[in-house]
């Protein structure tokens, strides 16, 4: 898992029972610096990945690593290969785990065709889903979908003067489950001028310390015995 290195927006204080308001008002904090994310839409969204400059570097995707606590509607930046929580979960039952499991997402500049204010484009931040950008593995039965980057790798899909569009269809399965096809635009446009994309580094969350980690692990074993 990759480790987060987004700048703290949480004051730290000494790890305790305010632990979890501390985790909620670093999620309100972010929402008032960076207002909404774009959320995808049922049906067919046409929209244009838009590159951003970091460090005086060209990027397109900032991936993120949380863990998503179901029952307690939280989640947090998972730390990376000494994750605390990782290394708790693994000692669960199947019940309990799914209930931690971590989840990458990623981030990116979209421009959303026809997604803004009379019918105009419109420049987003949004969070994508990791089978939006890695695509689906084939498996047994199944030939597997390709994602954002594997078909932006074959047609240079991220130039702005040159690159294309995708097409992110957003469907149900049969058990009512979300997911997700990617289809690339069968000739080249160019992007349009929408405004300045955001430096998306600056989006993720901090991860907690180590003594943080480990308290919210303490809270876990008290709760499930183990």
Known sequence: MAKSKGKSRVVRQTPGEDLYDRLQQQIDNSSRSFGDFWKIPEGKSTVRVVPFQHDGREEVFVAETSHFMQREKRSFVCSGENCAICDWREDQVEEVKKNYYPKTQYFANLIVRG???????????????????????????????????????????????????????????????????????????KAGTHGKPADLYSMRQSTFTEQEMETIVTGLKKKYGR
């Open 115 to 189: 997604g803004g204010e009379d019918g105009k484009d419109k420049l987003v931040r949004t969070r994508l889903a990791k089978t939006i950008v890695e695509g689906i593995k084939a498996r047994k039965g199944s030939t597997g979908l390709k994602g954002l980057l594997e078909l932006a790798k074959e047609h240079r899909a991220f130039d702005l003067e040159k690159g294309r569009d995708f097409t992110i269809n957003r469907g149900f399965d049969s058990k009512g489950f979300v997911e997700y096809t990617v289809t690339i635009a069968q000739k080249p446009s």
